[in-house]
């Protein structure tokens, strides 16, 4: 129950930052685009340059989608609209996104779903939770390793999860989870985990961590699927 309680503080707090520091961030991004969207179409700039540009555009919209995610998030009742979602096929997608990203190039994944799993979600905040959480499994892996992924329906749930077999974390580890900023990595933001946590907290879904060192993690996303009275009327 304490634990609980501290999860949901957690999520507070990480809610408040994430919008102070989102809102921070999105002005000078605005202006740092305007001014590549007038280069880009600069006819005294060569095409080279100009795919240059293009790709600095790609980026910053991507870092917008980002910004906007943390923002949604952080306000709940700034309220994004909701659909039957078909996880078969959101795992399919960002499976393919990610290779097309050349993440992928190193890893294997082993996507494994065998029954059409329906659940009710935003479907951009979902598939958001899925690469953030996939996107660990593979930084997680050394070359050559598996990602195994699973779908399967458990009572009124649909049960996902993403299994790597890389570097693991001890308890201590597990537990700073979620904590905004919290990184071990040389390049990473520490926002990720944050962000699944209030995505599926706002859909009365779980995640459930499962970590050894130096063997791997077992990630355990669960969400209400569509049938289930309890879920859509609120569960905890
Ligand atoms: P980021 O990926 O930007 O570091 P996250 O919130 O996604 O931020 O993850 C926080 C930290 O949790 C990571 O830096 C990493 O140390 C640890 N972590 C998350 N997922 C895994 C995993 N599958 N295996 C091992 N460590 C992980
Ligand atoms: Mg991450």
Redesign the pocket.
Known sequence: YYEKIKQTERLKISGQLAAAVAHEIRNPLTVVKGFLQLNEKDPSVSDDIKRHYTLMIGELNAAEHVISQLLSVAKPNNDQGTETVNVKNVLQTVTDLLHSYGLLNENNIELNVIEDCIIVANPIEFKQLLI??I???I??SEIGDSVKITANMKNDFVEIK?I?Y????TEA?VG???TPF????S??????????YNIAAKYKGTID?Q?SKGE??T?TISFPSKNNTIGSKGRI
Request: include cysteine; charge should be neutral; aromatic fraction near 2%.
């Open positions: 953030n959480i996107k660990n499994a930084e997680a993403v790597d890389g570097q693991g974390m580890e700073s989870l979620g919290y990184s071990l990595k390049k990473g933001t520490g926002l990720g985990m944050m962000i699944c961590i970590s791997g993690t990630v």
